[in-house]
């Protein structure tokens, strides 16, 4: 292939748009539907175009979604499990108090009817 026929890959029409702003020639990454599936395409300006205006390159790096976003999988899974685990334990923790922790009103006015009051000047 000759680079004289400027050939233009689907990556490139799709962050075709995001090119047009100023910031987006620097930097950033677009998520992409393509024929093969959603594909995150990267993409950077090289800056090189104002000093050599021949070299207005642009560099394009094209994953699949599910394979760029593979190591972050077992993180997902890790948060849910601790998720769950901690309203496990949340719920446990609250039916062990609502058992054994319950306090009686009617015990405590029978005892307060039972004990005489005792006051300062009475002792006297």
Known sequence: MDPSLRLKSDEYATVHDVLGTPQGRQ????????RGGNRIVGFADTGLKRIYPNLGWLILVSQEERAALAPLLGLDHFALFIVVLALLMLTILTVYFFLHRRQRFEDIEVQAAEEPPTSGAAAA
Do not use: F, N
Not at 27 to 34: L, N, R
């Open 27 to 34: 930097a950033g990454y677009v998520v992409a539907s393509m």
